[in-house]
T-cell receptor, first 114, second 110 residues
Framework: DSGVTQTPKHLITATGQRVTLRCSPRSGDLSVYWYQQSLDQGLQFLIQYYNGEERAKGNILERFSAQQFPDLHSELNLSSLELGDSALYFCASSVAGDSFYEQYFGPGTRLTVT | GQQVMQIPQYQHVQEGEDFTTYCNSSTTLSNIQWYKQRPGGHPVFLIQLVKSGEVKKQKRLTFQFGEAKKNSSLHITATQTTDVGTYFC??????????FGTGTSLTVIP
C-alpha cells in the first residue's frame, strides 16, 4: 500500500459524458501527478500540481482539466469523453515539486467509455 | 518532442538467465528513475540516478546512467519469477515535463 488513494476504482460511462477522478496523496506529500496508461501503452504524463499550483503540463487534452485543493487532494476532470479515453488513470504523489523525489503511485482508476 | 524509448519492448527469459533493458532519451535528462509495474498493479519506485556515469546496485539489479545523461540501463542477474513485470525508466526533461519510457515487459519462464 503506497498511501495514495484513488476513487473510484472503476468507472463505466458513455461517450460525451463527463467524469471526475479523485486522488488523495500520501500524508505529507505536496505534489500530485496524473498519468494515463492505455492498453499495452506506457505511462503518459498528463499534469503535475505542487502545493495547489500547476507545476508541469504534459500531453493533457483540452477536454481534460485538473486541480489541487487546499487539503492537497486532487481531481482530474475528463469531459466530452471519447472511446479512446478508455484507460487506466494513475495518480502519484511525491514530497516536493521537482523530479528528485520518488513518486508513489495509487492503485489507479480504470475508465471505460462505451 | 522529447521521447524516451526503451528496448526491448518485450523480453522472455528462462529463469536464471540475465536480462537487460535500455532506456534512451532524445534529450538530456536531469535524473533518471526506474519503476517496476507488476501485472495488474501500479508502478513502484526502484531507484534514482542523478550523476553522469553513475552506477547503483540493488542485490541482483544493476542500474547505470550514461555519461551524456541521455541513456540508462537496468540489468538483472539470474532472473527469478518474482522479477516478472514491466520496467519503466523516467526522468525530467526540457519544459519541466516528466517522461516515462515506453517500458520493457519481462516474462520469466520457470
Amino acid at each position: 500500500d503506497s498511501g495514495v488513494t484513488q476513487t473510484p476504482k472503476h468507472l463505466i460511462t458513455a461517450t460525451g459524458q463527463r467524469v471526475t477522478l479523485r486522488c488523495s496523496p500520501r500524508s505529507g506529500d505536496l505534489s500530485v501527478y496524473w498519468y494515463q496508461q492505455s492498453l499495452d501503452q506506457g505511462l503518459q504524463f498528463l499534469i503535475q500540481y505542487y502545493n495547489g499550483e500547476e507545476r508541469a503540463k504534459g500531453n493533457i487534452l483540452e477536454r481534460f482539466s485538473a486541480q489541487q485543493f487546499p487539503d492537497l487532494h486532487s481531481e482530474l476532470n475528463l469531459s466530452s469523453l471519447e472511446l479512446g479515453d478508455s484507460a487506466l488513470y494513475f495518480c502519484a504523489s511525491s514530497v516536493a515539486g521537482d523530479s528528485f523525489y520518488e513518486q508513489y503511485f495509487g492503485p489507479g482508476t480504470r475508465l471505460t467509455v462505451t | 518532442g522529447q521521447q524516451v524509448m526503451q528496448i526491448p519492448q518485450y523480453q522472455h527469459v528462462q529463469e536464471g538467465e540475465d536480462f537487460t533493458t535500455y532506456c534512451n532519451s532524445s534529450t538530456t535528462l536531469s535524473n533518471i528513475q526506474w519503476y517496476k509495474q507488476r501485472p495488474g498493479g501500479h508502478p513502484v519506485f526502484l531507484i534514482q540516478l542523478v550523476k553522469s556515469g553513475e552506477v547503483k546496485k540493488q542485490k541482483r539489479l544493476t542500474f547505470q546512467f550514461g555519461e551524456a545523461k541521455k541513456n540508462s540501463s537496468l540489468h538483472i542477474t539470474a532472473t527469478q519469477t518474482t522479477d516478472v513485470g514491466t520496467y519503466f525508466c523516467a526522468g525530467r526533461g526540457t519544459g519541466n515535463q516528466f517522461y516515462f519510457g515506453t517500458g520493457t515487459s519481462l516474462t520469466v519462464i520457470p
